[in-house]
């Protein structure tokens, strides 16, 4: 599936070696107007100046890009995929979108070749989009996981997701009890996890849909597989708070419900957290645990502002990443993500830096998902998972992104320009900014 | 400019007639699943049923659109042309934004050339977005208010716009005296309004770049030419609001401030209104003024939710159209416009359902910008601007908007089904749902 063969990019590239809400970002990003990475077996052997590195890689094929960006590709901590087809449904916050669109649409999912048919257009919009890994729920069934897991084997992907279980406060027919989705789960990881670069998520819908006793299971397969991720959500919406306290009185909050189960740890991502307390951010620090924001979500459905400056706090340190969340959120780019990331920082009179969004996107997405060593930048021996942006795919991005005194279409040969391009680029773009997306070195998507 | 012979289109047609947030969609909205537009001499002759229209215009010629929606063309209520090249700017609130990024970029625009140029990108960006009517904000230079007119006079549309005032707190180079800019502003409402389909709108940026004694002569143009527009800003921000306050200490509110002035009527166009309070939504529903809701501008500053249910409310009704506020707002869509408008009303528990989206965007533009007897819909007599849509422009908008059990691509035979299709394309669509755009009966851009 890889090439065997050492090869050479040429372009400029960017990318985040620290994190830029903790340090001056000229200490965090690496910008090399005029690079060469060079790759072998997959793998980032080499990333510098062009004029350096010319000499001691003369032999190897080099592709080129003018004018365009590469840096690490994305990283989509939250999303769905069966919810493909849903995206955009009409008019409802969570627990009635929930009913209304989300569990008819999942029923559909018992069919394995159905789910193999919305895998692969789901897979491909993540390439189309730049997203190389992704954190992916999929349906209760089984036969899901496997289509999704099938699909992103033959792709090369590296890819986390893991069955949903729930068994209470969801129709029956996306029911099974805390023993049966046990099983089904354990024998999901003994099937995918580590299988080339897949790995399992157990992933309990949420507090809502779970008794305690499945999230106690839920804890069991965490200490039997020390290595598989939690997934699920937590305090996205003020009536699912509610609820949950509602539904478990003896807890200290939401967050506690799944402390309680042992389910808040270093591999643990919880998507949303837009509802969480100081305590709940404090604890989540702590335990070393994950949120994934998922912006277009937090607005479409009405859910609330996430306050990113307690998760980038000094006191409180939350790793975060960006999520799509679709089908609740609107769109598999990460550029509309970022976009929407930085209105919510600014209704919370926050300000988002275009190398912070970037890093969200990459390296921070890799240290949420426990993946610093292999995947959100060009560090030598990464695997080179990268895409290839283009600033000026629109008349009116070329016409933001234009250098003074420099030819049209000019990519910046500086942090500074290069800041101010990709700030206009991840407000305004979309899918078109992604002219290519590589996988493990090799084409999988271009324009 | 305009074809002098009878011509007709075939295609999906859907309009508004009446106001749906006050009546029923059903009795609001007509839509012509198969339907007939005939136009005249640039006007709208005809809608209906093309199988009931066909043989009454057996010989004319007909341009067929399969599968596509033709809509009025859409109307953008509040928008800057010299901000075009500065979208996307970094980092700032309202008045930092202002020294920091507009004051500087609007001192070009002394220069006819590069205003022509600009004006030149900014109409075909319209084009390209489906916008066939706007109002518009020049700069403090009359040749730039010149350099818009000629360019949009060239292409026939039906544009307001004004050349920008102020005499205080801006820098000296965008400074006049409240008698310069009354001149100017006499002259060029001599030479432009009512010229073929333009018209001019007085133009004072806001009130704390404009003396009292400015804000008097804007309210004397306005006596002199009682059919000329105003255009200002209102409301947007909080520290705006605390500042206006301070300079008039005097009046009794913001928007007090223009009403003392005589700038208070039914031909006034306030854009944003943020921050109105209960009695200003009232005085301006009184005054039969309108608002411009500019929500990709209001989340990108972190301006704050516009009030939407209250200015649609039963007790205090306010003339509503949708402003893409460039460069401040994102994109010179109206469907990403429609998108964000979406999230701010869901974060206030509003539903804001796809009709009420494309009313506010057509006919609510139209009565805004008290053009309702020329546009905003297709009823007979009106002028022949309209937007064919595609509904499937991108995969994914394909697969959400795949009709069950019909071939790919189809489009809606019922409301219903028409109202979750529209849904889908304003939440997703960008420029490339647009796929054609037609200026009095005339292709103006196509994709």
Known sequence: MQSQTIKGFRASFLDAIADPFYAPESDCMRYFAD????????????????AKLQTKYADIPITSYPDRLIVSGFIDTHIHFPQTEMIASYGEQLLTWLSTYTFPTERKFADRNYALEIASIFLDELLR????????????????????????????????????????????????????????TKQLIKKWHHRDRLLYAVTPRFAITSTPEQLTSVGQLLTEFPDVYLHTHLSENVQEVEFVEELFPDRAGYLDVYDHAGLVGERSIFAHGVQLTDQEFARLAEAKSAI????????????????????????????????????????????????????????????????????????????????????????????????VMDLHSTPIMSLRNQLPNQRNGAIASTLEEISDQLFATLIMGDDRAIAATYIMGELAHKV
Do not use: W
């Open 35 to 50: 690079g060469l990475l060079v790759v072998e077996q997959g793998k980032v052997k080499d990333l510098g100046d062009y």
């Open 292 to 387: 994934a924001f998922c912006p277009t979500s937090n607005l479409f459905l009405g859910s609330g502002l996430f306050k990113i400056e307690k998760a980038k706090s000094k006191e409180t340190p939350v790793k975060l990443g960006l999520g799509t969340d679709v089908g609740a959120g609107t769109s598999f780019s990460i550029l509309r993500t970022a976009s929407a990331a930085y209105q919510v920082a600014q209704l919370r009179s926050q300000k988002l830096s275009a190398f912070q969004i970037l890093f969200l996107a990459t390296l921070g997405g890799a240290r949420a998902l426990c993946l610093e060593d292999k995947l959100g930048n060009f560090e030598i021996g990464k695997e080179a998972d990268f895409v």
């Open 129 to 184: 989009n730049g997203t190389t890994t992704a954190l992916v729920f999929t349906s209760v069934f089984p036969q899901s996981t496997d289509a999704f897991f099938e699909e992103a084997h033959r792709r090369n992907l590296r890819m986390i997701a893991g069955k949903v279980m729930m068994d209470r406060h969801a129709p029956e027919f996306l029911q099974a009890t805390a023993a049966y989705s046990y099983q089904e």
